[in-house]
C-alpha cells in the first residue's frame, strides 16, 4: 500500500511515543474514547432487559421473558455483527477515524431516542445504536493496532491496557445506570448513557492530534483511478442496502410482511451462519488471497469458533444472569435492597484490578519465549466460561424452589468469566490486528466481531428460554458444551499455530 512520507513520518512519531505507561500517547485518546463509549453500552445493556420485563405502570415496556429475551439478543448480536459493515465502510470509504466519529454520534443519539417514551422511539433507538455501535467499535481497535508497528513487542500489552479502559467504562455506567435507571427512572438511566458518548467524543476530537495519521485514509491500492472506482461501488453498496432495509421495515409497520421480534431473531440466527460461511468461503478458498493469508485466515476460523462459544457464555451477564440477579439472588446488604442492575460492575471491578497482571504476565512471558500461544489462551478462556456456569447449577437448584441464593454464586461467576475474558478478549483482538491483510485490517476486525456477534445472539436465546426450562437444566447446557470445546481447541493449539504462518 503507497503511503505518502509525510503521513507515515507522522505515524512514526505517533509510534515512538512512550507518554503513556511506555506506550503511545495516542492509546490515551482511544482508551478514554473506548472507556466513554463502552459506559454508554454498557449503562444501556445493564438496564435493558430488565426496562423490557418491567410493567408498563412502573414504567417499563411490559415484555414476557421470551419476547425480551429475543430483543436483547437481537440488539446486542447486530451491534457486532454491524462492525463488519463498518470496518469494511472505513477501509473503502471513510477510513477508521472518521468512521469512529460517526459512529459516537449516532450511538448518542441513539441513547436520546431511548429517553423519549413510546415503543416506536424505542426500537428507533436500538437501530441507532447498533449501527453506531458497528461503525465505531471495530475501528477503533484497528487504530489502536495501527499505534503499534510489525513486531513491537508492547502490542499486546497495549491491548491490554486498551482492554482496562473498556472495563473501567463499564465499571462506571454499571455503578451510575442501574442507580438512576432502576431507582428514579428507566429514561433517565439511558440519557446518562448519551451523555457519557457525547463525553466521548468531545474527547475523541481533542485528542486526535496524538494519532499521527492512524486510521486516517482509506486503504489504497497505489491506483488513485482504481481507488476511486472502488469508492463508487462501496457508495452504491451501501445506498443499496439502506434502501433494502428502510423498504422491509415500512413493509413490516404497514403490515404488509408480518414481521415479529421472535422472527426476526430466528432470521438472523440463520443470516448470521450464512455470513460466517460465505466470508470463510472467501477468504479460505478464494484466489485473490495469497497462500500465507488463507492459511491465517483459517487460524482464524478456529479462533473465531471458539470466540462465539466464550461470547454465548459470557454475554449471558446482562441477559439471564440479569434476570437471575433480580428474582433469586438475596440483594439487601445492610438493610437495603441494592439494584439488580449493580452486578454488572463485578466483572468489570475484576478486569480493571486483573487487566495491569494480565498485561504484565504477557509480556514477561514474552521476554522469556514462554508466552503461550494464542489458540492456548483461547482455550483456558473457554474453560473457565464452562467453570462459571457449571458453579451456578447448584444454587439454581435452590431457586426454582422460591428461595433466593447467596450473592457469592454470581460473584464466583462473574470472576471466573473475568479470567476467561481476559486470556481471549484482549489477545483475540492483537491476534486479530497481527493476522490480518493490511488491504483489509478493518474487515477483519469486523470479523472478530461477528464471532461476538453470534455470541449476543446465543445469550439472547440463552434468556428467551428463562421461564421455560428449569433453571440447572438452562445453566448446565451453557456449562459442559463449553468445557468440552475447551478440551477440543487444547488439542487443535499446534495445527493452529501452524496455520497462523509465524504471527506470534
Known amino acids: 500500500m503507497a503511503t505518502h512520507p509525510d503521513l507515515q513520518q507522522s505515524l512514526d512519531v505517533a509510534r515512538a511515543d512512550k507518554s503513556f505507561f511506555g506506550h503511545p500517547r495516542g492509546l490515551a485518546t482511544l482508551f478514554f474514547t473506548e472507556m466513554w463509549e463502552r459506559f454508554s453500552y454498557y449503562g444501556m445493556r445493564a438496564l435493558l432487559i430488565l426496562f423490557m420485563t418491567d410493567t408498563i ?76 455501535t458497528g461503525m465505531l467499535k471495530g475501528n477503533v481497535s484497528t487504530i489502536v493496532g495501527q499505534l503499534y508497528a510489525p513486531g513491537d513487542p508492547r502490542r499486546d500489552s497495549g491491548f491490554s491496557l486498551f482492554y482496562m479502559g473498556i472495563n473501567t467504562g463499564a465499571l462506571l455506567a454499571s455503578i451510575v445506570c442501574p442507580l438512576v435507571g432502576e431507582r428514579i427512572s428507566w429514561r433517565l438511566g439511558f440519557g446518562v448513557a448519551g451523555i457519557a458518548m457525547l463525553a466521548g467524543l468531545i474527547q475523541y476530537v481533542l485528542g486526535g492530534k496524538y494519532l499521527g495519521s492512524a486510521g486516517l485514509h482509506t486503504v489504497s491500492s497505489g491506483d488513485p483511478e482504481l481507488d476511486r472506482r472502488r469508492k463508487q461501488t462501496a457508495a452504491r453498496a451501501l445506498g443499496a442496502a439502506a434502501a433494502f432495509f428502510a ?6 409497520v404497514t403490515g404488509i410482511i408480518p414481521l415479529t421480534v421472535n422472527a426476526l ?30 492459511k491465517r485466515s483459517a487460524a ?22 440479569n434476570l437471575f440477579a433480580e428474582r ?19 466483572q468489570p471491578i475484576f478486569v480493571v484490578a486483573l487487566a495491569p497482571v494480565f498485561a504484565w504476565l504477557w509480556l514477561i512471558l514474552g521476554r ?32 426454582v ?39 483489509a485490517a478493518g474487515f477483519i476486525m469486523g470479523i472478530w466481531f461477528l464471532s461476538t456477534a453470534i455470541g449476543n445472539w446465543l445469550a439472547g436465546k440463552a434468556a428467551s428460554l428463562y421461564s421455560s426450562i428449569p433453571l440447572p437444566t438452562l445453566f448446565a447446557r451453557v456449562a459442559w ?24
Open 401 to 439: 424452589t422460591g428461595m433466593q441464593v447467596s450473592m457469592a454464586w454470581l460473584i464466583m461467576t462473574y470472576f471466573l468469566q473475568t479470567l476467561g475474558e481476559l486470556c481471549l478478549s484482549p489477545v483475540g483482538l492483537s491476534a486479530m490486528s497481527k493476522l490480518a491483510p493490511e488491504r
Open 265 to 294: 431473531s430466528d432470521a438472523l440466527g440463520w443470516a448470521l451462519l450464512g455470513i460466517s460461511v460465505a466470508v470463510f468461503s472467501w477468504m479460505i478458498f478464494s484466489g485473490g488471497w495469497s497462500l500465507a493469508e488463507r
Open 481 to 504: 458444551p463449553t468445557i468440552l470445546a475447551a478440551v477440543v481447541l487444547a488439542l487443535l493449539i499446534k495445527p493452529t499455530v501452524r496455520l497462523m504462518s509465524g504471527v506470534k
Open 247 to 252: 423498504l422491509l421495515g415500512l413493509l413490516g
Open 328 to 346: 433469586s439472588t438475596n440483594r439487601i446488604v445492610f438493610g437495603w435492597l441494592f439494584p439488580a442492575g449493580w452486578f454488572q460492575f463485578v
Open 57 to 132: 405502570a412502573k414504567g417499563g415496556l411490559g415484555f414476557n421473558d421470551a419476547k425480551a429475551g429475543a430483543v436483547y439478543g437481537l440488539y446486542t448480536s447486530m451491534v457486532y455483527l454491524l462492525c463488519l459493515g463498518g470496518g469494511w465502510i472505513a477501509d473503502r470509504l471513510t477510513g477508521q477515524r472518521q468512521a469512529v466519529l460517526v459512529g459516537g454520534v449516532l450511538i448518542a443519539f441513539g441513547e436520546f431516542s431511548l429517553v423519549v417514551p413510546g415503543e416506536a422511539w424505542f426500537y428507533l433507538g436500538l437501530i441507532l445504536l447498533m449501527c453506531g
Open 300 to 321: 482464524i476460523l478456529v479462533l473465531f469458533i471458539a470466540s462465539a462459544l466464550f461470547w454465548g457464555s459470557f454475554e449471558q451477564a446482562g441477559s439471564s444472569l
Open 368 to 399: 522469556k519465549k514462554i508466552d503461550p500461544p494464542s489458540p492456548a489462551k483461547f482455550a483456558l478462556g473457554l474453560l473457565f466460561a464452562g467453570l462459571a456456569f457449571a458453579v451456578l447449577v447448584p444454587p439454581s437448584k435452590v431457586a
